[in-house]
């Protein structure tokens, strides 16, 4: 679409400059990452050098820009098919918490080496018992004079191989269920800090998704974020942006596999006319057309609100919501036109189209979307 109106010229000049380092530093290699199911660190760092971590974070922790900066490199790495590399959950979602919450000693310690690449980082929420249950979480925390000894596991986590830095969610008082949560920075090195399996996922295999177990790691109390027992509210509070993280990329994903589906169509011959030319084809992508159109309007407008610092958990929730729901039916249309070749690997939309399977299960179900919107009915 182009009359948005959400992104100001500093957004677009930084989409030029982000553009040009996907197309020469990711693309080419991305096949290589996905097959080896990581992200070299040398790619980080080379990030950090070009100013894109931590891009939404003030200065001197970050690039001084806002949400819409973050926005603008989700956009590129949909646009470019590149979603699994794990930028994202570094700049917009660990080190946001990190920036709100954390000391002025703490963001010194974690955000200047995170905006350098030197530092990756994770949060641990699930474990393999919990996941939509947050306050359910298992791994605990027990203070031991100037400690915390912390024990548990955690699975799914995104970054986990490469991650230096992981913020845990853990139970620092099991008796107050939600109440007694707290976040626990836990960094490579510390003794009892291990991290198992990566492991293999039908998409989002460039991402280093891994196991992490903590067997009485010794953790300074220095090493809390925030207030001890707060976590929980700090984790509802910044969920709405996590879930816009992940609106906003499939909105950039649908805008773009429209297009090459499209060019796809036109160019392929069966029967001897064009796949295009068929009355079933015209109609169902002018029917993905019409509904990209108005997901990218709702989309715009939680960006607009969220950079008003306005955007709702219900809010969001529904844009979380709606647009995993459309990506899914939409890229499964998508490739459908394309036939056999949108099987195969090769064609960026099979690739897409598993990437995006996991939009409507991770930073929080659909079904727990529903339950969000649903307590405002
Ligand atoms: C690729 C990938 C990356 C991830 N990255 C991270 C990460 O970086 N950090 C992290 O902490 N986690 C991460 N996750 C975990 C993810 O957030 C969880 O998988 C998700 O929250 C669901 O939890 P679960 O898998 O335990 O499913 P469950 O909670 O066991 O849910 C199973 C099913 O039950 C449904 N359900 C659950 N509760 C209700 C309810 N109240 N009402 C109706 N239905 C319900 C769910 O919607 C789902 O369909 C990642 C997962 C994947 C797949």
């Known amino acids: ?189 510390m003794e009892g800090f291990s991290k198992g399996r990566k492991l293999k996922k039908i998409g989002m295999r460039a991402q280093d998704t891994s196991e992490l177990f903590f067997d009485n790691v010794r953790v300074p109390v220095t090493n809390l974020l925030g207030e001890e027992n707060a976590g929980f509210k700090y984790l509802m509070h910044e969920l709405a942006q996590e879930r816009l993280v992940i609106a906003v990329r499939c909105a950039a994903s649908l805008e773009t596999f429209l297009e090459k589906t499209i060019a796809y169509t036109r160019e392929r011959k069966t029967f001897g006319q064009t796949v295009l030319s068929f009355q079933n084809t015209r109609f169902k992508l002018a029917a993905a057309k019409a509904e990209i159109a108005m997901l990218r309007v709702f989309v715009d407008d939680c960006l607009r609100l969220h950079l008003q610092k306005q955007l709702t958990p219900e809010l969001a929730a529904m844009a979380k919501l709606n647009a995993t729901g459309i990506q899914n039916r939409l890229l499964d249309e998508f490739l459908q036109l394309h036939g056999g070749y949108g099987y195969m690997s090769e064609y960026q939309i099979g690739t897409a189209w598993a990437d995006a399977r996991v939009g409507r299960i991770y930073g929080g179900s659909d079904e727990i979307m529903k339950e969000i919107i649903a307590r405002g009915l």
């Open 1 to 189: 679409m182009s009359n948005r109106t959400v992104y100001r010229d500093d957004h677009e000049q930084f989409r030029t400059q982000v553009r040009r380092f996907l197309e020469s530093e990711v693309v080419p290699f991305y096949s290589e990452w996905e097959d080896q199911g990581i992200v070299p660190k040398s790619v980080w760092l080379k990030a950090g050098k070009e100013g894109l971590l931590n891009c939404m974070i003030p200065e001197p922790f970050g690039g001084g820009g806002d949400f819409g900066h973050s926005a603008v490199l989700l956009e590129e790495m949909a646009r470019a098919n590149t979603i699994s590399v794990g930028f994202p959950l570094h700049s917009d979602i660990v080190a946001p918490y990190i920036y709100a919450y954390g000391t002025q000693e703490q963001r010194e310690r974690w955000l200047l080496p995170m905006m350098r690449g030197e530092l990756i980082g994770a949060i641990a929420m699930t474990e393999p018992g919990t996941g939509s249950d947050l306050k359910a979480v298992r791994t605990n925390a027990v203070l031991d004079g100037d400690h915390y000894v912390l024990n548990g596991q955690k699975t799914f986590i995104t970054n986990g191989q490469n991650a230096g830095l992981v913020i845990v969610v853990t139970k620092t008082n099991p008796d107050l269920g939600a109440k007694g949560i707290s976040l626990l920075v836990v960094q490579e090195g």
